[in-house]
Nanobody
Framework: QVHMVQSGGGSVQDGGSLTLSCRVS????????VGWFRQAVGKERKGVAT???????AYVDSVKGRFTIAQDNAKNTLTLQMNSLKPEDTAMYYC??????????????????WGQGTQVTVSA
């Protein structure tokens, strides 16, 4: 079993920065891919960034160059540094994990474990 607890998020203006954190506990050594997803109001939940157990990192095109995903294995913490935020980044953000090696696919259906979600709001 794996448990994920998120922190961070909030409200910023266009161009601002926020950091999301996710503390992972339980059977973390069994995980193959961890990452972040987001869901805007009225839209489907979609992948933002992932890290595989071999260190491969993937980002959705819309956040490349602005967001940075990182994993601190010693602290079992996953972070998402978000810079140059835009109003279209407004969404509920979720950390997620899976025992399946996902690569850059960011297939929501492959992810088994989820954080509780945290709201990010970017105002124009």
């Amino acid at each position: 079993q794996v448990h994920m607890v998120q922190s961070g998020g909030g409200s910023v203006q266009d161009g601002g920065s926020l950091t999301l954190s996710c503390r992972v506990s339980g059977d973390v050594d069994s995980l193959s891919t961890v990452g972040w997803f987001r869901q805007a109001v009225g839209k489907e939940r979609k992948g933002v960034a992932t890290i595989d157990s071999d260190g491969t990192i993937a980002y959705v095109d819309s956040v490349k160059g602005r967001f940075t995903i990182a994993q601190d294995n010693a602290k079992n913490t996953l972070t998402l540094q978000m810079n140059s935020l835009k109003p279209e980044d407004t969404a509920m953000y979720y950390c997620a994990a899976t025992r399946v090696f996902c690569g850059a696919a960011m297939n929501e259906g492959e992810f088994t474990y989820w954080g509780q979600g945290t709201q990010v709001t970017v105002s124009a």
